[in-house]
């Protein structure tokens, strides 16, 4: 179902940037339109203002242009003649860079279960400990920050170099999305089961059920934020 259109931005939808900020303002102003938009707050189609932006972020127009400009690049916006600058991210678009992370982060779970040593075993099997704590404590905070932490180090296992800068590409998430997922008891403990599940198959060795379990994992998240952001239940 397509998203209503949100209303004219003005509004709280993005909170200004904290000052510490300020030494890489570009890269804050990229990450937070970015993340704005992929967690649903812009709709498709929707007309953004430069002026309107800079006010919200508290920053000049300068910045926003040059995010803007970034974001056109990556297609997730486009700019038209005398219609100015347009939301072009859509369910469509987020099932694509969902499946695209699927195949990544399973590929990379693949090469993992091979390379990866006793040391980096221990540390994944501490870090799903460190998951069933936080799951049974009902910590959301605690949980996002862990499973970027458990990714990451999949990540580091698979000594991949390239798959690795490709995947940074496919963060869709947020943390307000993120948060509204982990606050959910039945989705904890099935994220709890599905980490547990391709970890057991990465330090086991067995590459094709770590490759597949991970890419069911991804997928049946990346259904999830379609739900919450695009209120779209269909498979991918």
């Not at 300068?62 to 939301?87: D, H, M, S």
């Not at 948060?179 to 198959?201: F, G, N, T, W, Y």
């Not at 094709?208 to 919450?228: N, P, Q, W």
Request: charged content about 30%.
């Amino acid at each position: 179902m397509q998203k209503e259109a949100l209303p004219a931005p003005g509004g709280d939808r993005i909170e200004k940037l904290d000052p510490r900020f300020l030494t890489t303002l570009r890269d804050h102003v990229h990450r937070t339109l970015r993340s704005a938009i992929l967690s649903g707050r812009f709709a498709a189609n929707e007309r953004v203002n430069e002026r309107q932006l800079a006010d919200q972020l508290g920053v000049s127009t300068t910045p926003i242009k040059e995010a803007l400009r970034q974001l056109e690049t990556e297609g997730l916006v486009e700019t038209l003649p005398r219609r100015g600058v347009l939301i072009r991210f859509n369910s469509g678009w987020a099932e694509e860079m969902i499946l695209a992370r699927a195949a990544l982060e399973s590929m990379i779970a693949h090469l993992a279960a091979k390379r990866i040593s006793k040391n980096e075993a221990d540390t994944i099997e501490a870090i799903v400990a460190q998951m069933k704590t936080a799951t049974a404590a009902g910590s959301p905070e605690e949980l996002i920050a862990l499973n970027e932490t458990f990714h990451d180090q999949i990540h580091v296992s698979s000594r991949c170099k390239y798959l690795a800068r490709m995947i940074e590409r496919q963060q869709f998430y947020d943390a307000s999305i993120r948060r509204v997922i982990h606050s959910d008891p039945q989705e904890r403990d099935k994220a709890l089961s599905e980490h547990a599940a391709i970890a057991a198959a990465i330090m086991s060795g067995n590459s094709d059920k770590a490759e597949r379990v991970m890419r069911d994992h991804v997928v049946r998240s990346g259904e999830t934020y379609l739900k919450i952001v695009f209120e779209k239940n269909e498979d991918i």
